[in-house]
């Protein structure tokens, strides 16, 4: 999806470890949305950025998902996660049935989580996910890197996992599909 909007993603993480206490699958199925949606509202040749950090001294870990896309209208942020509202994304697609933020907010509050939101018009949205950090076991990361001299890489991190796509094109289901 991503490669036909010829919009760059990038993946950037602050620290080295961080370990959420979370259901993994959920996490997936928020990522998913979000990058999705920052894809489909970026603009031809934009650029969409995933940020993990840790808010130190809070036991947190903050996933940022932004983009350089049409931005929201402020007048529109107060109903973005309410179920069937849609936003028509300044003369961009705007095919789905409006449940991905909904959905998103259910599983954060799940996960004992947040999620807010900043957007302008014509300059972007950032979406930031808030989620409690599990303070590892200095010894158990030690270990951990002592056994493996280097991080070990899957060609396709998604690959057998299940998402729940509401209201998307053949396309987008067919590129997911391939992950």
Known sequence: FAVKRKVTVRFISIQDSLVAIVDATHVKQIMFN??????KYSKEGGEVTIMVKSEFPLPSVHIEVSDLGVGIPEDRLQRIY???ARFDGGGMDSEGLGLGLA???ELVAIE??????????????TFTVTL?????DSAAIEHQHSEASEPQVEAKPLSCQRFRLVGEDAGAREAVATL
């Open 112 to 125: 004992c989580g947040q999620i807010s939101v900043r957007s302008k018009v014509g300059v972007g949205t």
């Open 103 to 105: 959905l998103c907010k």
């Open 82 to 84: 309410d179920p069937y």
């Open 34 to 39: 979000l990058i999705h949606n920052a894809i």
């Open 132 to 136: 409690p950090l599990l303070e590892p």
